[in-house]
């Protein structure tokens, strides 16, 4: 059974950085695609960045290009997404999602993955 555990989490004020992580467990091939997603209180979940297939590619929402990095370690199993220059709108439960069968290109939605973490929250004040 896939898991995802998300940390990093924390507050920070608006110019910081943080690192969130995601390992998975219960699956040890590498998968199609996974992202971050985050949601703010009375808002939808959106999608943050995604990364395919061990990094042959990113995608990344408008709002965080070029303050946001998604990585992954394929050795730890690790999903990762370094967050600098940290703005108050940043302000969010940050989940963890993964897919191993089909992912499509482009902006992925939360119906197209199956597993999700628990999430993180991150604070950023101003």
């Known amino acids: 059974q896939v898991q995802l555990v998300e940390s990093g989490g924390g507050s920070v004020q608006a110019g910081g950085s943080l690192r969130l992580s995601c390992v998975v467990y219960g699956y040890t091939s590498m998968m199609q695609c996974m992202a971050w997603f985050r949601q703010a209180p009375g808002k939808e979940r959106e999608g943050v960045a995604t990364?395919?297939?061990?990094?042959?590619?990113?995608y990344y929402a408008d709002s965080v290009k070029g303050r946001f990095t998604i990585f992954q370690d394929n050795a730890k199993n690790t999903l990762y997404l370094q967050m600098n220059s940290l703005k108050p709108e940043d302000t969010a439960m940050y989940y963890c999602a993964a897919e191993y069968r089909y992912c499509r290109g482009g902006s992925l939605t939360t119906d197209d993955f199956r597993f999700w973490g628990r999430g993180t929250q991150v604070t950023v004040s101003s």
């Open positions: 990364i395919y297939y061990g990094g042959t590619s990113t």
